[in-house]
């Protein structure tokens, strides 16, 4: 693992499994003795593994964590910054049975490079097999090259902290029984993509006014209703005031644009379902 965020987390939140996992299990790491989910190769250094999922309680399983041989866990975390082109060839490489170990060693660079730009040029590119592998599970395919990731709560697979879950939601709010703003309020975060909006984006998608201050109020009441329902225990600021908003969702500053809000995953499913 490099020194940097990966999906949503931050490195001193990705550093806590470690010593998780040695307090639950005694050992160093998990896996031991399992082929590279990857690329197959049987020969994966002890230690080597990947966590997609850094929330808390931690699973030490897939489709949270897998073994990994420690070339596919480079060129998995390089993936953002490589060359336009080379995750997809190298995806290839492991379609056509390579181990991670040797994708620079059976093409030069030069011939890297020329396919890498037929591959963003949409040209159909070929591999000749190696080997024989059966994929069951080519979940590294589905991995995004989008570098917001790193740091954007939209891209946990679960949020930092638990929230209730999705009938915990239903029944609140059907107890509760929002006022139409709010309602409109929830249903536009949870048609958001990626269920993610800035207050002012859903203030001019729900109440159809630039005023990102009214929806804040609006939204933070039902907000500190839904808390005290469910009987959750808010996020808090440096002052130690309540961020109501946390029940609902999870906040950050992206580059060059207002504060955003990612909605919990649990209330976008109750939302939908009602």
Request: hydrophobic share 35%; proline share 10%; glycine share 6%.
């Given at each position: 693992?490099?020194n940097m965020p990966y999906n949503g987390y931050s490195w001193a939140q990705r550093m806590k499994i470690i010593p998780a996992f040695r307090k639950l299990t005694g050992k160093d790491?998990?896996?031991?003795?399992?082929?590279?989910?990857?690329?197959?190769?049987?020969?994966?250094?002890?230690?080597?593994?990947?966590?997609?999922?850094?929330?808390?309680?931690?699973?030490?399983?897939?489709?949270?964590?897998?073994?990994?041989?420690?070339?596919?866990?480079?060129?998995?975390?390089?993936?953002?910054?490589?060359?336009?082109?080379?995750?997809?060839?190298?995806?290839?490489?492991?379609?056509?049975?390579?181990?991670?170990?040797?994708?620079?060693?059976?093409?030069?660079?030069?011939?890297?490079?020329?396919?890498?730009?037929?591959?963003?040029?949409?040209?159909?590119?070929?591999?000749?097999?190696?080997?024989?592998?059966?994929?069951?599970?080519?979940?590294?395919?589905?991995?995004?090259?989008?570098?917001?990731?790193?740091?954007?709560?939209?891209?946990?697979?679960?949020?930092?902290?638990?929230?209730?879950?999705?009938?915990?939601?239903?029944?609140?709010?059907?107890?509760?029984?929002?006022?139409?703003?709010?309602?409109?309020?929830?249903?536009?975060?949870?048609?958001?993509?990626?269920?993610?909006?800035?207050?002012?984006?859903?203030?001019?998608?729900?109440?159809?006014?630039?005023?990102?201050?009214?929806?804040?109020?609006?939204?933070?009441?039902?907000?500190?209703?839904?808390?005290?329902?469910?009987?959750?225990?808010?996020?808090?600021?440096?002052?130690?005031?309540?961020?109501?908003?946390?029940?609902?969702?999870?906040?950050?500053?992206?580059?060059?644009?207002?504060?955003?809000?990612?909605?919990?995953?649990?209330?976008?499913?109750?939302?939908?379902?009602?």
């Amino acid at each position: 693992m490099s020194n940097m965020p990966y999906n949503g987390y931050s490195w001193a939140q990705r550093m806590k499994i470690i010593p998780a996992f040695r307090k639950l299990t005694g050992k160093d790491a998990p896996f031991d003795g399992e082929p590279c989910s990857i690329c197959g190769d049987r020969e994966r250094a002890p230690g080597e593994w990947h966590s997609e999922d850094y929330s808390e309680p931690y699973s030490f399983e897939p489709p949270e964590s897998y073994p990994v041989c420690k070339s596919c866990h480079m060129r998995l975390h390089k993936r953002f910054n490589a060359p336009p082109g080379e995750w997809a060839l190298f995806c290839l490489h492991l379609d056509a049975g390579g181990y991670g170990a040797e994708f620079a060693k059976l093409r030069t660079p030069p011939v890297r490079r020329e396919l890498c730009e037929r591959l963003v040029r949409g040209d159909h590119v070929d591999l000749p097999a190696i080997r024989f592998r059966r994929i069951q599970d080519d979940w590294w395919r589905h991995l995004t090259l989008d570098p917001e990731s790193l740091e954007a709560p939209w891209a946990r697979p679960r949020p930092l902290r638990q929230r209730p879950d999705t009938e915990q939601f239903l029944a609140a709010l059907t107890a509760l029984g929002p006022s139409e703003k709010q309602r409109r309020l929830l249903k536009a975060h949870a048609s958001a993509p990626r269920r993610t909006a800035s207050m002012r984006a859903l203030a001019l998608e729900a109440l159809g006014k630039n005023e990102p201050a009214t929806a804040n109020l609006i939204y933070g009441t039902l907000a500190h209703r839904l808390t005290e329902r469910l009987n959750f225990k808010p996020d808090q600021r440096d002052d130690g005031s309540p961020v109501w908003m946390s029940i609902i969702a999870e906040g950050w500053y992206p580059p060059r644009r207002e504060f955003e809000w990612t909605m919990v995953p649990s209330l976008r499913d109750a939302i939908l379902a009602l």
